[in-house]
T-cell receptor, first 108, second 116 residues
């Protein structure tokens, strides 16, 4: 199967750190993407992991464990503009499969 | 702006009418994808093109849906005899089509369809 599971909603405080987890049961994925989507807007690319380990990019980091079918997106120094949905996406050679997304609410 | 563009941004139509959406990908991108997204869900794959060839269609794409990319550049998605269940955001994305490990898709702003 290609199920991608992530929490539906999370809430965090401005300035804090939040980790959004994603698990997947699939074979054939050769990478794991994270996209950000603000309400009413298109998804925008955040990160891509093809090897196990942590990829850091500014305030955002993404981790992948292929053997465990597990990934997380770590957001540091949260800002109000980070309020959005975060989509965990499995990638094959020619297609990507989206999870339902985690809606992140940031409180002042 | 050299990103993916879509037109129209919003479309309201009556049930039974035909609608057509257009997508202009990033100019050097070989692959073009169409997705549909409803509220609270992630985008669902509909179909994709490698240049002008339509390589795969989802089972979600009923025979009322047709997509074309005649010259390997822009694409159109047509829905015939629209139904209320077709109401959704229709997203287009493009990618370079690299055979390597990373082929990031970049999305357009979407066309929001409302069928009354």
């Amino acid at each position: 199967g290609q199920n991608i599971d992530q929490p539906t909603e999370m809430t965090a405080t401005e300035g804090a750190i939040v980790q959004i987890n994603c698990t997947y049961q699939t074979s054939g994925f050769n990478g794991l993407f994270w996209y950000q989507q603000h309400a009413g807007e298109a998804p925008t690319f955040l990160s891509y992991n093809v090897l196990d380990g942590l990829e850091e990019k500014g305030r955002f980091s993404s981790f992948l464990s292929r053997s465990k079918g597990y990934s997380y997106l770590l957001l540091k120094e949260l800002q109000m503009k980070d309020s959005a949905s975060y989509l965990c996406v499995g990638g094959r050679d020619d297609k990507i499969i989206f999870g339902k997304g985690t809606r992140l609410h940031i409180l002042p | 702006d050299t990103g993916v563009s879509q037109n129209p941004r919003h479309k309201i139509t009556k049930r039974g009418q035909n609608v057509t959406f257009r997508c202009d990908p990033i100019s050097e991108h070989n692959r073009l994808y169409w997705y549909r997204q409803t509220l609270g869900q992630g985008p669902e794959f509909l179909t994709y093109f490698q240049n002008e060839a339509q390589l795969e269609k989802s089972r979600l794409l009923s025979d009322r849906f047709s997509a074309e990319r005649p010259k390997g550049s822009f694409s159109t998605l047509e829905i015939q005899r629209t139904e209320q269940g077709d109401s959704a955001m229709y997203l287009c994305a493009s990618s370079q089509g690299d055979r390597g490990q990373k082929d990031t898709q970049y999305f357009g702003p979407g066309t929001r369809l409302t069928v009354l």
